[in-house]
């Protein structure tokens, strides 16, 4: 839907179908959960840094030459690690967590020959997890589902185009909350996404 209003805006102001490509673009995700704040539910969640790998991919449309907006709508495999221990005593433990989200990010750019600098705002809906639930339930029956069904980040980077081929680094960071386990109206931990994105890009139109 927005990338067809931004088709239409620009079609109004008389850009010219050169300026206007569509392609596919995948790679991989370097990844971190970061630990925003801590509380007892029975449990001490603390933050790894350690990186997790995962792949993504989508597609792009480019509106625009020297300055241009590209929305895209990208499938994305993301985690990281964290650390529990438990309050009542015993050994941490590690434990990977994995989850899945299609990502909306709506990119501002400009363009000087083949290079491109672009950021902007982007949606991300969860569509799958695993590993922190199950974790967490070791210690409290009452937490539910972790993860939030949709957040809010940002991303930021550039690129550069040969011929039909693009190559895309990037960094995501969270504006909103991940994930994050409220009891009693009272938030005990939330956590907030990071990453590095490399992608390779392919113009189809």
């Known amino acids: 839907m927005l990338a067809l209003l931004f088709v239409l805006a620009f079609a109004k102001a008389n850009v010219s179908f050169s300026q206007f490509c569509l392609g596919i673009r995948g790679g991989i995700n370097f990844a971190q959960l970061k630990t925003v704040s801590s509380q007892s539910v029975g449990v001490n969640i603390q933050q790894s840094l350690d990186t997790k790998t995962g792949y993504v991919g989508g597609v792009f449309a480019r509106i625009g030459s020297g300055i241009f907006v590209q ?30 989200s299609i990502d909306v990010p709506l990119l501002v750019g400009f363009k000087v020959g083949p290079l491109r600098l672009n950021a902007g705002p982007m949606a991300s809906f969860t569509v799958s997890n695993n590993g922190l639930d199950e974790a967490l339930k070791k210690y409290s029956s009452n937490l539910g589902d972790s993860f939030k069904k949709a957040s809010y980040g940002y991303q930021a980077g550039g690129g550069i185009d040969v011929g039909s081929f693009s190559v895309d680094l990037r960094y995501e960071g969270s504006l909103s909350e991940v994930a994050g386990v409220n009891t009693l109206n009272n938030v005990n931990f939330s956590q907030k996404g990071n990453l590095w994105q490399l992608t390779l890009g392919l113009r189809i139109l």
């Open 71 to 100: 929305p895209e709508v990208i499938f994305s495999a993301k985690g990281g690690n964290i650390n529990i221990l438990p309050t009542n005593g015993g050994s941490s433990q590690t434990v990977a967590i994995d989850y899945t």
